[in-house]
């Protein structure tokens, strides 16, 4: 069975950062498309960025470039999302999910995780 585990959400201030994982299992890791998605409260959920793990390719929303990273540790099944000079507008629950492919941040994945809280703080 596909499994994916999101961990590493918490408190932080604004300006601070927050490193979230997302390990996976039943797949194989290196040829999918693992995406981050977040839902604030009231809102719809959006894509945050998404990582091809063939070739390492990447696509961020426009409200995080330069701020959050997406990368991926094959050898660990595990991807990561490093995300720097927090804003308070970022507070949201995260999933990661998986599928054959990035499109964009289209939440076609197929599989998901559970999320994980980001909260900050101004």
């Known amino acids: 069975d596909v499994q994916l585990q999101a961990s590493g959400g918490g408190l932080a201030q604004a300006g601070g950062s927050l490193r979230l994982s997302c390990a996976a299992s039943g797949f194989t890791f290196d040829d999918y498309g693992i995406g981050w998605f977040r839902q604030a409260p009231g809102k719809e959920r959006e894509g945050v960025a998404c990582?091809?793990?063939?070739?390492?390719?990447?696509v961020y929303a426009d409200s995080v470039k330069g701020r959050f990273t997406i990368s991926s540790d094959n050898a660990k099944n595990t991807v990561y999302l490093q995300m720097n000079s927090l804003k308070p507008e970022d507070t949201a629950v995260y999933y990661c999910a998986a599928d054959v492919m990035c499109v964009g941040l289209l939440q076609h994945h197929r599989w998901w995780g559970q999320g994980t809280q980001v909260t900050v703080s101004s």
């Open positions: 990582i091809n793990s063939s070739d390492g390719t990447t």
